[in-house]
């Protein structure tokens, strides 16, 4: 297996040149870049075939420009007739039996890779020779957004999922409406997000800190286009302190400013039976939590307050046609709607922000005291379910 | 279209001629029409879309109507205007070429065109009743079922109806071979087009009924309560994918198997040789169609079907390169020591050569399990089937057209123009979609009405749209050349290519019962064997006898007609079921009369045709 | 000449397949029937895709009675062997026994017919299993309503045949036109055998 990998090595040194050299997009949206395993091992593939097609068609271009060269017709010759063959067995077996052998080579890693992509039992070992403990998000593609679950951990949030770069991270994906494709083209491939019971898996896994952009693959509607998401690889340290200030929103902290707090008045009375701020098990609309430090606003547009009104004045209407936040029954003013993104400007609970992908900043962890021993983990949640109901009551 | 006899006899005629007509000839005619009217159609579409994507951020036009606009493209240019186009080659084609004065079917032949022409009028109305299908053409439920307008029942419904036409065409052409081949046309000596279309109606025959299931079962989701794309009512939304492309893959190979057949006959032509490992070719056909229907789920490869599942029909779709690889050596092998003429149809089986390759070499990374997750859904996928269907299909259906147009239409389309119209269309190809196997890889996924700014998507992007220009000035090209060559009505031989298979045996265009007599044909390339041993002429197999012919019709015409009208009842339902009945009824009345009414055709006497020439290509 | 087609009396062996036309239709239709089994294997290929997708609605071992769906076989595999019968006195030339046993076969149809009819109303009456109850409802009633649905129309067209040629007896042009619509008969029962089995005794079954 190896060896004719190592082989090639050399041929494809020369064709990602190649590639490079023709343009091949950003390095947080291009396939042609990868940025994590997976992405890497499927530009090998991506190589591999197109080395051996190239080869094909440099020997089907050297008899087509020799043929047409050649055996053109001659001036005075009209009237010549050339021998009429029949055909060649050696040669119709020779172009029969080459082909297959460049497909095994082809067919080998194709079925090997396409095994490795769909194990997602198998627990990562880290160098010490330690199990690493499994990030599973729930993923979940609605018109047109996303919305992400982590498991155990009891985080929600939407748009933007945060993973740490030491390991891979799983998803458990379905979809509450229509079939959507969930994507990262420069660290992993794409899998349908399907409505029927059956929830895809997948992994993820990305080598370097940075905001990587996700689409959506599969045609949902008029916004299919503006379905995008992002995926922000930061250091296990800082993935780590990222879940630590987002288990700790409840949505109950109050803003210092008072505009604000009308904001998330009016926020409560309006919003609230769609969205959600801290863990919830409610979208209907995107979760809250940390909208503050997206990126992007819904996905695709400018974290801008001009845009944000914008969005909130026409519910999106014309930002992001077909979305269903149209139906949304409020009715707010100006005034009303400034105290809102007053509010929702407040709704940054974490020092890790798509900024900390960028920053150069590495802090390490083996992310355990995320995931503590079964026993502890059971009695730290019913401890911390106590607490939550108190301060309900206050 | 416009030989002298029929300007004589004036508009009315001419129409009710071809209402009623049952001459393969004619439905060739009318395939022909109506086949580029959609081609036209559909290509404007495809401006939409390239203007919409000329650059980032663009509002050129809508969302809704974008995915308008990119569903009608599909579904226009597959089923309304590649199919018959197609279908107006082997009309005009293929009985000539096995040396049968009709098909098996004529009466059924009229009904399949009639059937298309009306499911294809009814997918369009939809532009004018609030708003086209827009889920695209693969309308995968269950987007299918959110779609709120009707759309998406113009779509069911309208290639329903299609569907039966190509179907019945389908079965007419296997029959038509399997039966009504002339004296001493052995299988082995059939033309490779007659091979190809032969076998892509089988293809026809066994993959349109899963279509059939499947808009049935749309319609019954749509319409009627129906629960199959439902989970909440445990409705399963992967069957459709499925269904749609158990068809749809063979679909592939029935569009793209003809034009394989027409350059296996404009090469040996314009090569001067027989073709190279004839034996070898038609294995390959069968073999690339036999395939074809194990292969279905390489579209479905990200569905999460599993790994094992993946990995068979990865492997399987690999296999398909190999016979496909056979044919292209072959055809370079055939001009191999030839004496190539470099006439407009054989500079198009040129271009097609290594534009097909590309295609094909493109297909088998797709088929690369794995790796067809990062190309799935995206413009790599687009870039990879444009390069198949119109670097194979429409290469082959344009170069059909020019190289048989003489046989249809008794006159020469303008070379001159016809390079003009090739150099035009093939370099605004290449620009066009090139540059789109990059984008895929860049990570734009396709179906895609806006790209953002600064991803860098920009200039490939504008680059594809100035290509699809070039492509559009080559059709006008070509349309013009058809006008103006229809306007000079300038007749031409039998035989102007000095070609080698039967259909040029006989008078351009021929007289409306083909043979006079029936041919006897002596071996592959029947006319090419009479020009190197005898005549240069085709012997008879029979003395000069009367010739039974099928009367003319207007009941296909009628029977698609009441469905069409029937399709608007089952759609709006309510007080509009009286549509319903009305269309069904009109519908089975037709069959009914068809079915009581003894047709029996008539007879050519053997005094009228002795007062005509010798039947000869001279 | 053309009208020697229609006249009756001494034909030859194969009447179905004397004359090009026939041979036509006989080939023709053949093929019509590979579709028409891609058509019915879509449809038990969806069916068995649903077959436990009941979710609240009665399941197919609930509702299902053996006993009146095997006399429903028995029905059509005899209007079957009655269509053979009918095609055996075609060949002999022998119009008046044709007829006779394609009226057979006709009323054996029939009461097929109506027993899927009662069969039917039984499950939307007794059970409130209708068309729109569950997906496994629809992927049922598509199937066997299909399966019926080819029943009526083979029905209409063999009476219509019966009806249009009893004045004038048997010649090639209408022969092959009743030997290939026993041929659809025959397909339809043979589809049926296929339902029985998938549908019926798997549901009953497991």
């Known amino acids: ?125 880290s160098q010490e020779g330690e199990e690493l403990d499994q990030i599973w998000i729930d993923v979940t593609g609605k018109q047109y957004w996303w919305h992400f679950e982590y498991e155990g951990l009891d985080i929600t949030t939407s748009q933007e999922i945060y993973i740490p770069t030491d390991r891979r991270v799983y998803l458990s994906m379905i979809s509450d409406d229509v079939i959507h494709s969930f994507w990262v083209p420069s660290i992993q491939g794409k899998m349908d997000v399907n409505p029927t019971g059956n929830r895809n898996e997948m992994w993820l896994q990305a080598d370097e800190e940075g905001v990587y952009w996700g689409k959506c693959a599969e045609l949902c509607g008029p916004s299919h286009s503006l379905m995008d998401f992002k995926v922000i690889a930061v250091s296990p340290g800082e993935f780590e302190e990222w879940v630590e200030d987002m288990q700790g929103v409840t949505g109950e902290e109050e803003p210092e400013t008072t505009t604000a707090q009308a904001g998330q008045e009016t926020f409560e009375e309006n919003c609230l039976s769609c969205h959600a701020v801290g863990s919830s098990p409610n979208k209907v609309g995107p979760n809250l939590t940390n909208f503050a430090d997206r990126d992007k606003l819904a996905g695709v547009f400018d974290m801008t307050e001009e845009n944000l009104f914008e969005w909130i004045d026409t519910k999106g209407e014309e930002m992001k046609p077909g979305n269903l936040m149209v139906d949304a029954p409020y009715d707010l003013n100006e005034e009303e709607i400034n105290q809102v ?43 911390e379910d106590e607490e939550t109901d108190e301060n309900d009551e206050e | 279209m416009s030989t002298t006899a029929e300007k004589k006899a004036g508009f009315g005629s001419v129409l009710w001629d071809y209402l009623t007509t049952v001459d393969h ?54 089923f309304l205007a590649a199919m018959p186009l197609i279908f107006a080659l082997m009309n005009a084609v293929l009985p000539l070429q096995i040396g049968a004065r009709d098909v098996a079917f004529p009466f059924i032949n009229s009904l399949g065109f009639w059937l298309f022409f009306f499911g294809g009028i009814f997918l369009n109305i939809s532009w004018f009743a609030g708003g086209a299908p827009d889920v695209g053409w693969t309308a995968y439920a269950p987007l299918s079922l959110f779609s709120e307008s009707h759309g998406v029942d113009y779509y069911s419904i309208g290639l329903q109806i299609t569907g039966f036409g190509t179907l019945m065409g389908g079965i007419n052409f296997i029959v038509t071979v399997v039966n009504m081949r002339a004296p001493g046309m052995t299988y082995m000596r059939m033309p490779l087009f007659t091979w190809t279309s032969f076998i892509a109606s089988v293809l026809i025959l066994f993959a349109f009924p899963a279509l059939t299931v499947g808009l049935f079962l749309l319609t019954f989701d749509r319409l009627f309560g129906g629960n199959f794309f439902d989970p909440e ?47 070898s070719m038609v294995f390959a056909t069968i073999l690339i169609a036999f395939l074809g229907f194990m292969v279905w789920a390489h579209h479905m490869f990200t569905v999460g079907l599993g790994p094992i599942a993946n990995s068979i029909f990865a492997v399987a779709t690999m296999a398909i390169a190999v016979p496909t690889g056979i044919k292209i050596f072959n055809w370079l092998f055939t001009m191999w020591g030839g004496s190539i003429r470099l006439t407009s149809p054989m500079v198009m089986a040129l271009g097609f050569i290594p534009t097909f390759t590309i295609g094909g070499m493109t297909g088998v990374m797709l088929a690369s399990a794995a790796a067809d997750f990062q190309y799935h859904d995206t413009y790599f996928v687009v870039a990879h089937f444009h390069y198949v269907i119109v670097g194979g299909t429409v290469l082959g259906i344009f170069a059909g057209i020019i190289y048989w ?214 | 000449m053309a009208e020697d087609v229609l006249k009756s009396g001494n034909l030859p062996e194969n009447p179905e397949r004397a004359t090009l036309e026939g041979r036509n239709k006989f080939m ?29 609605g009665p399941t197919g071992e609930e509702i299902f ?87 009526a129309f083979g029905l209409v067209w063999i009476i219509s045949l019966m009806i249009r040629n009893h004045k004038r007896g048997l010649n090639l042009y209408n022969a092959p036109k009743f030997y290939i619509a026993s041929l659809y008969w025959h397909f339809i029962d043979v589809v049926w055998v296929f339902i029985f089995t998938v549908v019926y005794l798997m549901g009953k079954v497991g």
């Not at chain 1, 063959?85 to 172009?95: F, I, K, N, R, Y």
């Not at chain 1, 609970?349 to 083996?366: C, F, H, K, L, R």
């Not at chain 3, 023709?28 to 609240?56: K, Q």
């Open chain 3, 28 to 56: 023709g239709f053949w093929f019509f029937l590979g579709g028409e089994t891609v058509l019915f294997a879509s449809l038990f290929g969806t069916y068995l895709a649903l077959r436990n997708s009941s979710v609240d």
């Open chain 2, 25 to 78: 000839k004619k439905i060739a005619i009318l395939y022909l029409v109506a086949g580029l009217f959609f081609f036209i159609l559909g290509g404007l579409q495809a401006m939409l879309i390239r203007i919409q994507l000329i650059a980032p951020d663009n509002e050129f036009i809508s969302a809704q109507f974008y995915n308008e606009v990119l569903t009608m493209h599909g579904t226009t240019m597959i």
């Open chain 1, 341 to 383: 993104i007053e509010y929702l400007m407040t709704l940054s609970p974490s020092e890790v922000t798509p900024e900390s992908a960028d920053n150069g900043v590495y802090i390490d962890s083996d992310l355990s005291d995320l995931f503590p021993e079964e026993e502890e983990e059971d009695a730290e949640e019913s401890e």
């Open chain 1, 1 to 125: 297996m190896k060896g004719w990998m190592t082989r090639f090595k050399a041929v494809m040194a020369l064709t990602v040149m190649a590639l490079i050299l023709s343009g091949c997009g950003e390095p947080f949206l291009s396939t042609l870049q990868p940025r994590g395993e997976g992405a890497a091992m499927l530009l090998e593939l991506i190589i591999l075939s197109t080395v051996i097609m190239l080869f094909v068609f440099v020997v089907v271009m050297a008899i087509y420009i020799y043929v047409v060269i050649k055996f053109r017709q001659k001036e005075g010759q009209e009237d010549f007739i050339p021998k009429q063959t029949e055909g060649s067995h050696a040669l119709e077996t020779l172009w029969t039996v080459i082909p297959i052998i460049l497909l095994l080579i082809l067919a080998v890693p194709t079925v090997q890779y396409t095994f490795t992509f769909a194990d997602v039992n198998n627990p990562e070992v």
């Open chain 3, 65 to 151: 009675g053996l006993g009146l769906v095997f006399l429903m076989t028995v029905i059509l595999l005899t209007s079957s062997l009655t269509s053979v019968y009918a095609m055996y006195h075609m060949k002999n030339n022998d119009f008046k026994k044709m007829q006779l046993w394609l009226g057979i076969t006709v009323l054996l149809g029939f009461a097929f017919l109506g027993l899927e009819i009662y069969e039917f109303v039984h499950y939307v009456n007794d059970y409130g299993f209708g068309f729109t109850t569950s997906a496994f409802s629809t992927a049922f009633y598509s199937l066997v309503g299909f399966h019926g649905a080819h029943v």
């Open chain 2, 233 to 279: 009512m445990g409705g399963n939304v992967i069957i459709w994918e499925h269904l749609f492309w158990i068809f749809g893959h063979p679909e592939v190979y029935i569009l793209i198997l003809p034009a394989f057949g027409v350059f296996s006959e404009i090469i040996p032509t314009f090569s001067k040789k027989r073709l190279f490992g004839y034996s």
């Open chain 2, 405 to 618: 147009w003489p046989k249809m239409f008794g006159t020469m389309l303008n070379e001159k123009l016809n390079h003009w119209f090739f150099w035009l269309f093939f370099i605004g190809f290449h620009l066009t979609f090139f540059f789109q196997h990059f984008l895929g890889l860049m990570g734009m996924p396709r179906r895609y009405w806006k790209f953002l700014p600064d991803q860098g998507l920009d200039l490939f992007n504008l680059i594809s749209t100035i290509g699809a220009f070039g492509m559009a000035i080559g059709t006008i090209i070509f349309l013009i050349n058809v006008v103006m060559t229809q306007m000079k009505g300038e007749k031409v031989s039998g035989d102007p290519w000095d070609a080698r298979t039967l259909e040029w045996a006989i008078p351009s265009p021929p007289p409306f019962y083909n043979f006079k007599q029936e041919p006897l044909v002596r071996g592959l390339d029947a006319l090419w064997v009479e020009k190197m041993q005898g005549n240069g002429k085709i012997q008879p197999a029979e003395p000069l006898g009367d010739i039974h012919m099928p009367n003319r019709s207007f009941v296909p015409f009628v029977i698609s007609l009441g469905l069409f009208i029937a399709g608007f009842g089952v759609m709006y339902q309510g007080a509009m079921w009286i549509l319903a009945a009305i269309g069904f009824g009109t519908t089975a009345g037709a069959m009914l009369y068809r079915s009581v009414k003894d047709d029996i055709g008539y007879h050519v006497h053997k005094e009228e045709l002795e007062e005509e020439g010798d039947g000869s290509n001279g």
